[in-house]
């Protein structure tokens, strides 16, 4: 059964950190690139970071450039969203995507607890 569980929101004041992570299971993690995403209420999911299946390459929104560091861990099966200097724009509810360029993708469910700022 494939799997994907974010945890790690909660609310911080303004400029402060929060730790994402996202355990993955039931599919080869170490071929599948990474990407977060967050969707605040009443807009359209956006993507906010995506990592290689190597971890050659990242990629970001401006909106959170030099603010997320995105990475991961395939001897683990995790991939992690480091988030600092956090604004009120930030808040919104995470997902975490595993894909394949060709278009295969699995979602987790989104951080029980939302991001909050």
């Known amino acids: 059964q494939v799997r994907l569980v974010e945890s790690g929101g909660g609310l911080v004041q303004p400029g402060g950190s929060l730790r994402l992570s996202c355990a993955a299971s039931?599919?080869?993690?170490?071929?599948?690139?990474m990407r977060w995403y967050r969707q605040a209420p009443g807009k359209e999911r956006e993507q906010v970071a995506n990592i290689t299946r190597l971890a050659t390459s990242t990629d970001y929104a401006d909106s959170v450039k030099g603010r997320f560091t995105i990475s991961r861990d395939n001897a683990k099966n995790v991939a992690y969203l480091q988030m600092n200097n956090l604004r009120p724009e930030d808040t919104a509810v995470y997902y975490c995507?595993?894909?394949?360029?060709?278009?295969?993708?699995?979602w987790g469910q989104g951080t029980q607890d939302p991001v909050s700022s």
């Open positions: 039931g599919f080869t993690f170490s071929v599948y690139a």
């Open positions: 995507n595993a894909y394949l360029k060709w278009g295969t993708s699995y």
